[in-house]
């Protein structure tokens, strides 16, 4: 079964730091682009991050670009996500997702992914 599980959210001060993961099953993770996307309450869902299905491409959203990092481990079938001096506005439930299709490259595009994980919650409060 197709399944994807996000952890290592958490509550943590302005300044601090979470990495996040994202373990898939049930499908050849090496072969899709994953992306990770936020939801803050009242808000609509926004693309944070991409990786490309090697790894060599990625792509931020200006307002996380600097501070957080997208990386892969095909082997250990994990994304993950760094995210580094933390603030108040990125307090959302963070998702990610696999790409559509197999393709090379990524997007942050909500509607250009099809399998989703459950989320996890991420607190930045003082």
């Known amino acids: 079964q197709l399944q994807l599980a996000e952890s290592g959210g958490g509550l943590v001060q302005p300044g601090g730091s979470l990495r996040l993961s994202c373990a898939a099953s049930g499908f050849t993770l090496a072969y899709y682009a994953i992306g990770w996307f936020r939801q803050a309450p009242g808000k609509e869902r926004e693309g944070v991050s991409c990786i490309s299905i090697a790894g060599g491409r990625t792509i931020y959203a200006t307002s996380v670009k600097g501070r957080f990092t997208i990386s892969r481990d095909n082997a250990q079938k994990t994304v993950f996500l760094q995210m580094n001096s933390l603030k108040p506005e990125d307090t959302a439930i963070y998702y990610c997702?696999?790409?559509?299709?197999?393709?090379?490259?990524?997007?942050?595009?909500?509607?250009?992914?099809?399998?989703w994980g459950q989320g996890a919650q991420v607190t930045v409060s003082s």
């Open positions: 997702a696999r790409f559509v299709g197999v393709q090379a490259s990524c997007t942050i595009r909500p509607n250009d992914y099809q399998y």
